[in-house]
């Protein structure tokens, strides 16, 4: 009764869409209130992305029905979307590096807007209706990722945005850019524009939404008014079975002094000297932009730098590039994987076997059955979904894709292994496996650095916690002594 | 919707896959069916031995493009190892030349791959003009060393002549020479460390780098490959035309290029194989030799080459989306 009385400025009817193999939306309806701000959550491969790819254009529907704004939408493209007042905002952003904030806000509309004088006229109205000081004339590339974010957010204004759908917003900003954006999330519902958020952050979604969806596996499970809503009830209706914590017992192997690093420098690095224990899980905090990733990546040889000083079990090793810290029995699980981890179109045993090439091969010639064993075996051991090792990559989910990573490292003699975000973008079933996957690495002997913009998960993780700031180690906590404003405090400093 | 999707992406796929095959038979029924000539031994007999000097520079080139790179400079180094080598005959005798020669042109490549490496691996479209550039300096390096001449090839040259017109029946010394350097790459590609080591560098340099691949040696070394079996096709090339011209090497890097392409192996690097190229080669040179058999002028045939060309990278794209 109620729903026929209110309006909806969205509604999807039983909605499907497969793709081949994979049923992606399995009979799909949702209804989304004008005005509110829906959240919807789900696990990696839930269907979320399908969804509003549907929406904006980007893919046809197979069946189903979506009304927006009251009119039927069918055969879209995601320019018609955009100019019937349905915007989306994705998580990487979808604007043109080389071009001004100017005329990305405008691409496209030069002569309508009368030229250059009226582009950037009307892009520092918008810019300033959300309190963002960026220049206009100033090229896209050259902006952080919470000023690109203001860009995509005028340009959605700019086409009098009914419904913006937000894709993770906040997965790269730091603490205080989130603040900006709850700023102005809250001024754009007050302007009355209607949000779709999507988040894997359970905080987040508790905080600004209305209403809340929950998929799995391709189906909604539930639409619910949030103040209906419980954490653990989220969790368990987005895994399909209640988790009794989001984090397994902090492990307790911490042991002898392992790893000496001293005098770190480089462009960004001042000075950076600590020590990793054998069996510990360090946590590293620290902004985007504190340096804390050239920290890890001038450790594995990835990057040059000078002075440093690197000793292994009190003995000096020389390491320039990735090859030698692999021999020195340092692993690095990079921060992006799909560009920088892993090889997206080669097949899942490849992934996995390419860090332990060498061992395959009796002289030169790679042992194929030995290859296959390998590759099979982490995917049983890490539990990666896939529909066999000779799969694609790049058409399992972002957790199962983080096991291929690990998995590679795990392949190779390596007793120290950097985890740089490990568990960004993956859904909260998956996460809970890695850090289960982290404890029994380091109950074995192994020892992990882990750096992470999520304080919940350093705190309950690691061992012992530092902070980085400007280049510079800013502090050294005891996550069993402190508090996340403590942490964050010195992470700001 | 949901099946149109389907039969699309199956289809394009299959095409891509069979692409080369599907046109060599296409083109092998058409001629039949024209000119019952190019069914004569003499004719397949001339077919097999055209495929000699390119399809063994295409060999090369395609571990270049395994890798992402692009190798502009073979015409150079063809030309530039065969004056040499030529003009090595007399002091060092016929094999000393052509060893000679072989080791100046595998170090032509060596050193493309080492300045691609100083100006930094990851820039590969600044690759692609630094094989250019160093390839006209070759080509200039060989028009300066022959002054010009195009050298012939004395009399009882016994060893350019076996390589040049010997072999048994349809065997001929050039063939097996090739057959021969494509068993070595297919096994160093599909079964080698090294061949591994390429093909992961192709598909993804920064992620191979950080699993400690040595992404560096692989550029050197598909420069280099390329150098080798461009020398190899040079020394062939002068035994077939019993001569050197310092130009001699003209247009082979676009055809081999084609080849490797026509074959299905992807620009962006990190597929393809050996045996793709082959059938790139098989079907360039059909094409050549039914074109001519059909009366196609060259010009057309230009044009043809080209859109075969053109055709094989949109399949390509069309797989990629």
């Not at chain 1, 895994?239 to 001293?262: A, D, K, M, Q, W």
């Not at chain 1, 705190?459 to 700031?469: F, Q």
Request: glycine share 10%.
């Amino acid at each position: 009764m109620a729903d026929e009385i209110t309006d909806n400025i969205l509604n999807i009817c039983n909605v499907n869409k497969s793709f081949p193999g994979v049923r992606a939306l399995n009979n799909v309806s949702i209804r989304i209130r004008r005005g509110d701000i829906h959240g919807i959550v789900g696990e990696n491969g839930a269907g979320k992305s399908t969804l509003m790819k549907i929406l904006s254009g980007v893919y046809e529907k197979d069946s189903g029905t979506i009304e927006f704004d009251g009119e039927t939408v069918e055969n879209t493209t995601p320019v018609k979307s955009l100019r019937s007042g349905l915007s989306i905002i994705y998580q990487e952003f979808n604007l043109v590096n080389t071009m001004s904030v100017g005329e990305n806000i405008f691409l496209g509309r030069f002569r309508k807007m009368k030229g250059m004088r009226g582009t950037h006229g009307e892009a520092r109205k918008l810019l300033d209706s959300i309190n963002c000081s960026v220049d206009t004339h100033a090229p896209v590339e050259s902006l952080s990722v919470s000023e690109k974010q203001m860009v995509e957010i005028a340009k959605a204004l700019s086409f009098q945005a009914k419904l913006i759908i937000m894709d993770e917003p906040s997965s790269s900003l730091t603490t205080e850019e989130i603040r900006h954006l709850s700023v102005i999330i809250k001024d754009l519902h007050e302007k009355g524009i209607t949000i779709i958020y999507i988040s894997h952050k359970l905080d987040e979604i508790f905080e600004y939404c209305d209403r809340v969806t929950i998929m799995r596996d391709g189906c909604v499970v539930d639409t619910k008014p949030i103040k209906e809503l419980g954490r653990d009830e989220m969790i368990a209706k987005m895994v399909g079975r209640t988790i009794e914590n989001e984090y397994p017992e902090r492990p307790h192997c911490v042991g002898e002094s392992l790893l000496e690093i001293s005098n770190l420098n480089s462009r960004k690095l001042k000075n950076i000297s600590f020590t990793l224990k054998r069996g510990e899980i360090l946590g590293m905090v620290g902004l985007v932009g504190s340096g804390r990733t050239e920290i890890v990546r001038a450790i594995f040889g990835a990057d040059k730098v000078k002075g440093l000083i690197l000793q292994i079990d009190g003995k000096t090793v020389s390491i320039k590039k990735p090859a030698d810290a692999k021999k020195a029995g340092i692993a690095l699980v990079p921060e992006d994987r799909k560009q920088q981890g892993l090889i997206l179109p080669f097949s899942v045993k490849s992934n996995i076997s390419m860090a332990a090439l060498k061992g395959l091969a009796k002289r030169i010639f790679l042992n194929r059955g030995s290859e296959v064993c390998m590759a099979k075996r982490q995917m049983e051991s890490l539990a990666i979904k896939t529909p066999g090792i000779n799969a694609r990559v790049e058409n399992l989910s972002g957790g199962n894709q983080q096991k291929c990573v690990l998995g590679r490292w795990l392949e190779t003699d390596s007793r120290i292994l950097i985890l740089d975000e490990p568990t960004r973008g993956i859904d909260v079933g998956a996460k809970y496996e890695i850090y289960l996957l982290m404890k029994k690495i380091v109950e074995n002997g192994g020892s992990i650095i882990m750096i992470s913009s999520e304080l919940q998960e350093v705190l309950s993780m690691s061992n012992r916690i530092l902070t980085i700031s400007d280049g510079r180690i800013t502090g050294e906590f005891d996550p069993e002594d402190t508090s996340a404003e403590e942490i964050m405090k010195s992470a700001l400093a | 919707m949901k099946k149109e999707l389907n039969l699309k992406n199956a289809f394009f796929s299959f095409i891509k896959n069979y692409f080369v095959g599907f046109c060599i038979i296409l083109l092998v029924v058409i001629t039949m069916i024209y000119q019952p000539r190019f069914l004569s031994a003499s004719n397949l007999l001339n077919i097999i031995r055209q495929l000699g000097p390119l399809s063994i520079v295409s060999l090369g080139m395609s571990f270049v493009i395994f890798a992402g790179y692009l190798d502009l400079s073979v015409a150079g180094t063809i030309s530039l190892v065969a004056v040499v080598t030529v003009s090595l005959i007399e002091p060092l005798g016929q094999m000393g030349a052509i060893l000679a020669g072989i080791v100046i042109g595998t170090a032509a490549g060596a050193l493309i791959g080492a300045v691609v490496l100083v100006v930094g691996a990851n820039r590969k479209s600044e690759a692609l003009f630094i094989s250019y550039g160093m390839g006209m300096a070759y080509s200039a390096l060989a028009l300066m060393y022959s002054g010009g001449v195009t050298q012939k090839l004395g009399e009882n040259q016994k060893i350019f002549e076996v390589i040049g017109k010997g072999g048994w029946g349809i065997l001929s010394v050039s063939l097996v020479i090739f057959i021969v350097c494509l068993i070595i790459l297919q096994i160093l590609q599909s079964m080698t460390y090294i061949g591994r080591s390429v093909m992961l560098a192709g598909g993804n340099p920064v992620a191979s780098r950080l699993s400690g691949i040595p992404v560096n040696a692989v550029v050197v070394l598909v420069y280099t490959l390329s150098g080798l079996l461009a020398s190899i096709g040079s020394v062939v090339l002068v035994s077939r035309v019993t001569t050197a011209s310092p130009v001699i090497g003209k247009t082979y890097e676009t055809n081999a290029i084609t080849a490797v392409l026509i074959g299905g192996t992807s620009l962006k690097g990190g597929n393809g194989s050996v045996m793709r190229t082959v059938l790139g080669v098989v079907l360039i040179s059909l094409m050549s030799n039914c074109m001519n058999l059909l009366g196609i002028s060259s010009y057309m045939q230009s044009v043809v080459r080209g859109l075969v060309l053109i055709l094989a990278i949109w399949l390509d794209s069309k797989r990629n989306s």
